[in-house]
């Protein structure tokens, strides 16, 4: 992400149509552009006056194209200082990035784009029943509160009510037949909503979170149309209060047999009261007004919105309503009833229609099936002589059982019912009739159908329960694997395609995870339902939307408004404005419910704090790794320093000799000099490249360049490389495999393997033989180098793989080594995944070996 | 004085010197040059017959310089590297360089690459008509027949073998990557190839030195390729 500077946002606020906002803004635009400022005129409605035709002529024009339509692409492109963009409610089509254009706003300013723009009081979404309800036209496109809230800006156009009922005149618009007290009205709504924006301004500069009230306003969620109008009131109310606003909905265990638009218009409410800055809730239970009372309790309500519906609705049984409900609950909370005019008289919870025919057909045959089975077992009862009361209590088992293998009350009324008919039919006299004789049974059949009844509906809210908390459970499950699974994990890949796999496994729907590698969307992983499927992924259009999703740190795709056109809704993976990632979701065909959705983000959440952990975790080693390869740095230019000193000054003490006195020199004492020098440099130079190895590995920057090498080519090289040094001593080579082939970095190997010949020449005395073996033992490949010198001892035997370990060994030329060598041989074989060892030689000597990684040998001719 | 002209090309003075000593002390003729610019300069209007280049130059990256002469000539260009790096050989023998040397040099390693590339451009020079006929001491391939003989007496070799061979041949006192070699022999340069090349050059070179009194044709080069050296 870059940070760029957030523009500013200027509103025009006007409380009709024609009041002079575009005017208003063309004017302060030019006020800007005189003094100096990059304007561009984005968008302006289509009917504007000749005047105005003219005083746009003077601004640079954003270059629409042919579509006439504001490209928020363009705009960014074009990256001016200042753009005018008309009508802030407008809608776009279906294809556009964004569906709203208060949300092409809000992207220009996070660009860092000043936005002038223009509002009517209609358009504010709390608004909208208000202005409605005076005017008799409601508006069709809105805003959310908080983006006028939010604005830098607002500059209300206040006009006369008279003046523009003068300048309509000529006009026939809508707003040209509104009355002189309708624009009173809608004036001071304007003037009291720019009020409320000072004190809300005012009050979020002081602090931020302090609510002045004790209130807590709660407004119920539900797929009912007249849902909106609740919400609304309830923001409204809430923002008179200065109070917090929570917006709860209970789900019941039938909600997943509602119609597609129900929940369609749910997750639209929803939305709503996200807008308007609620918080939203999701608790399961089908006793709905006891779930409302239980969380208001809890959370500490102190409001309740309804609507009169709630009031209204009763059921056939005669049931209380859920008003009346709430208030035996929870007495203490204030309930207010909203008048909802256009009621739900076309809206009823409907269900979904095939799914219902299966279930009854289905359910049907069950009842009938136990009723069957129930009959035949009271006739063979009554056979064996058994009394009514058995019966009875069979039938009541058999309504029990159908309670608990269907699914509605129903079942549960018409079997008890038709039990009781049964048994009045088949086994009280008289027979085959719906007469009894006896005059207990009408008690009887009363009493039996009763506790039929009772227990079927028991059995079935019990199940339906236990569905629900089944449910919850499994959820709460999924959350804790997640949460423990992501604190074990290390490394980002692995807890991106946890989530994936998890997030998979919870919405059974196919997902794919991004990485944010500075700034670039890295490693898309999958997870599909079905690994074995062919499944096309348009890599092109769905990675736009997830690369706007991590820059803009916001949620798009399909079912949101920004890139609905997509086939994934991605999320972001984040920790404040920090983006970790991007998670997409196939949500094209049918979108995610509440309780899916705030699980979703949970599990983001719970990623987002493990990525973060790994991120600080991994910076902790760098840093770590930083401060002992700093210590190296220090122990090396502390021996260097001392080491370095004694052949430097051989060097240039013989150098300046030779060319201040070097004609007085015989040449016998030259050619010494020369020698020494020669000698000395090439000390020197071994010295610098095990140094240069030796940091190398310390800083952790020695990356093994692995590949297939022989052994055989190794040892040979390095005896090429020892040959000249090696005069005075018998090197044999043997190979007992043929063709070893290894995987290892060559050139450190060979290095090795120098270090640990050169040792034995510096060490043994002249004329005796140094033996190189080279052998495969299981799937190792081993070295060994022997020696048949004086041997080590075991004191040193056990540091001498130390770094600056130099031992008590009297050097034959007398000049201690930097005990680099044999760390560095240590270093990169256990870099190669192999040993290092040194032991004995019988009689007399040294052996060291060291293994490495066979590689598979496979050739292709 | 040696016909041979060589161009220096190395920024550090006394390296240059080094170089420039031991040149005219072997009595060849030679020309220095500073950076890559001038150097380029150098090879179009004098035309040397040997380049030493230095990889780190001050302006332009030494195997720019490499693929930029090669757009023109062939002319034989020996590498100098201070930095240890092999990728920076390979880059540079893969660019057109044909042989390396990695600071700190000795004197003796200068001049014996010098007479290595001085005898490949002879034969060079020699035989610029394909010939149907290779022959490198003891060694003899025949082109025409597909046969290799070694002290007069036939080699048995694998396709693989034979082709190698013959790309060595062809490049003779050249050293050439694995990649090269790869893309060659096998058509691809996969790293998992990489097994199979040392397989078959060991086997190959076993053949060769079997009974040939340790005469060594092929040279390995740890970790970058490996060269036909020719033979007296």
């Known amino acids: 992400m870059n940070f760029v500077d957030k523009g500013k946002l200027k509103i025009f606020f006007g409380y009709t149509e024609n009041i002079g906002k575009t005017q208003a803004m063309l004017k302060a635009a030019w006020i800007a552009k005189e003094r100096g400022v990059d304007v561009v005129v984005g968008y302006i409605a289509a009917n504007v006056s000749e005047q105005m035709i003219e005083q746009l002529s003077q601004f640079e024009m954003l270059d629409l194209g042919k579509g006439r339509i504001f490209d928020i692409d363009r705009a960014l492109e074009r990256k001016p200082e200042l753009i005018l963009i008309d009508e802030l409610a407008h809608t776009n089509n279906f294809n556009s990035r964004h569906k709203h254009r208060y949300q092409e706003v809000e992207e220009l300013l996070n660009n860092g784009i000043d936005v002038y723009t223009t509002i009517n009081v209609g358009n504010i979404e709390s608004l909208r029943d208000l202005v409605a309800s005076i005017t008799g036209i409601s508006a069709w496109e809105s805003i959310p509160d908080f983006v006028f809230d939010n604005a830098d800006q607002v500059e209300l156009i206040d006009a006369e009510p008279q003046e523009i009922i003068e300048h309509l005149k000529e006009k026939n618009t809508a707003e040209s037949r509104l009355s002189f007290e309708q624009l009173s009205a809608l004036r001071e709504i304007a003037l009291r909503r720019c009020a409320d924006r000072v004190k809300h301004v005012f009050e979020r500069t002081q602090d931020k979170k302090a609510f002045h009230t004790d209130e807590h306003i709660l407004a119920c969620l539900s797929s009912a149309p007249s849902n909106a109008k609740i919400i609304r009131t309830a923001a409204r109310m809430a923002k008179a209060f200065n109070s917090q606003f929570t917006a709860l909905f209970v789900e019941t265990s039938d909600f997943v047999t509602e119609t597609k638009e129900n929940k369609q218009r749910l997750r639209e409410n929803q939305r709503l009261a996200q807008q308007l800055d609620a918080n939203i809730e999701t608790v399961y239970g089908d006793d709905v007004p006891y779930q409302i009372a239980e969380f208001a309790r809890l959370s500490g309500i102190t409001k309740i919105v309804l609507g009169r519906s709630a009031v209204t609705r009763k059921n056939f049984l005669g049931k209380q309503t859920l008003t009346e409900q709430l208030l035996a609950y929870a007495p203490e909370i204030d309930i207010h009833i909203i008048p909802d005019r256009s009621t739900d008289i076309a809206y009823k919870h409907k269900k979904t229609k095939s799914l219902r025919k299966n279930e009854i057909l289905k359910n049907g045959i069950i009842s009938v099936a136990i009723f069957a089975g129930t009959t035949l077992l009271s006739i063979l009862f009554e056979h064996l002589g058994f009394t009514d009361s058995n019966i009875i209590m069979v039938y009541i088992l058999g309504v029990l059982l159908t309670s608990i293998v269907t699914s509605h009350q129903i079942y549960s009324l018409v079997s008890s019912v038709a039990s009781v008919v049964i048994f009045n039919f088949l086994f009280t006299a008289p027979r085959f009739s719906l007469e009894a004789y006896g005059t207990g049974y009408p008690v009887t059949f009363v009493i039996m159908f009763l506790t039929a009844y009772i227990t079927g509906t028991f059995a079935i809210r019990y199940k339906a329960q236990a569905g629900q908390s089944a449910k919850i459970a499994h959820r709460t499950k999924i959350l804790f694997d997640t949460n423990q699974m992501l604190s074990k994990l290390n490394g980002k890949d692995e807890i991106f395609q946890a989530t994936a796999k998890q997030i998979q496994k919870l919405l059974n729907r196919n997902i794919v995870i991004y990485e944010n590698e500075n700034g670039y969307l890295k490693n898309p992983y999958f997870s599909l339902v079905n690994e074995n499927e062919n499944y096309f992924y348009d890599f092109e259009s769905e990675g736009i939307t997830a690369k706007w999703v991590m820059t803009n740190n916001q949620i798009a795709g399909a079912t949101t408004d920004t890139h609905a056109h997509v086939q994934y809704l991605y999320l972001a993976v984040r920790i404040n404005d920090h983006v970790y990632g991007v998670l997409g979701i196939d949500a094209k065909e049918s979108p995610l419910d509440a309780s899916e959705h705030s699980i979703v983000i949970s599990i983001l959440g719970e990623a987002a704090l493990a990525l973060e952990n790994e991120k600080n975790a991994r910076e902790k080693e760098e840093a770590a790794v930083l401060v002992e390869s700093e210590q190296l740095r220090a122990n090396l230019l502390r021996a260097i320093s001392h080491d370095l000193r004694t052949p430097l000054t051989s060097i240039s003490g013989n150098a300046n000799n030779l060319m201040a006195n070097g004609k007085s020199f015989d040449e016998k004492t030259k050619q010494q000099m020369y020698a020494d020098i020669y000698n000395d440099s090439m000390w020197l130079i071994d010295l610098v490249e095990n140094l240069l190895y030796a940091t190398r590995i310390e800083d952790g920057r020695m990356k093994l360049q692995t590949s297939a090498e022989l052994l055989s080519e190794i040892v040979e090289e390095s005896i090429q490389r020892i040959r000249p040094k090696a005069n005075n001593h018998l090197l044999n080579v043997s190979h007992m495999d043929d063709l070893l082939l290894v995987k290892a970095d060559a050139k450190l190997v060979v290095q090795v393997v120098t270090n640990i010949i050169d040792n034995a020449l510096k060490y043994t005395p002249s004329g005796t033989s140094i033996s190189i073996i080279t052998k495969r033992v299981n799937d190792l490949a081993e070295i060994q180098i022997a020696d048949t010198g004086n041997g080590i001892s075991d004191k040193d035997k056990q540091h001498i793989f130390d770094k600056f370990y130099c031992g008590d060994n009297k050097v034959a030329d007398n000049r201690r080594s930097l005990g680099l060598g044999l760390f560095l041989c240590k270093a990169i074989i256990q870099a190669h995944g192999g040993t290092i060892s040194v032991s004995d030689n019988l009689p007399h000597g040294t052996i060291f070996t060291f293994t490495l990684p066979l590689e598979e040998a496979s050739y292709y001719e | ?232």
């Open chain 2, 1 to 232: 004085m040696n016909s041979f002209q060589i161009l220096v090309v190395e920024d550090d003075k006394p390296v240059r010197n080094l170089i420039t000593t031991t040149l005219k002390a072997n009595n060849y003729r030679y020309i220095t040059s500073i950076n890559g610019e001038s150097a380029i300069m150098e090879t179009a209007s004098h035309n040397p017959d040997i380049i030493l280049l230095d990889l780190g130059l001050p302006d332009v990256d030494g195997v720019e310089v490499i693929k930029r002469i090669r757009s023109w000539s062939n002319i034989p260009i020996i590498v100098i590297s201070a930095r240890n790096e092999d990728s920076d050989k390979i880059d540079a023998l893969d660019a057109g360089a044909d042989d390396y040397l990695t600071k700190p040099f000795s004197v003796d390693e200068l001049l014996a690459r010098l007479r290595v590339t001085q005898r490949r451009l002879a034969l060079m020079q020699n035989s610029n008509i394909q010939e149907s006929c290779y022959e490198n001491g003891q060694l003899r391939i025949d082109y025409a027949k597909r046969c290799v003989y070694l002290a007069q007496e036939e080699l048995r070799l694998t396709p693989i073998e034979y082709k190698l061979l013959c790309l060595l041949a062809k490049n003779t006192g050249k050293v050439l990557t694995h990649k090269y070699i790869l893309t060659n022999v096998w058509g691809n340069s996969l790293d998992s190839n990489v097994g199979s090349l040392r397989v078959f050059m060991a086997t190959l070179r076993k053949k060769l030195e079997k009974n040939s009194n340790s005469l060594q044709y092929i040279q390995t080069h740890i970790g970058i390729g490996y060269r036909m050296m020719r033979v007296e």
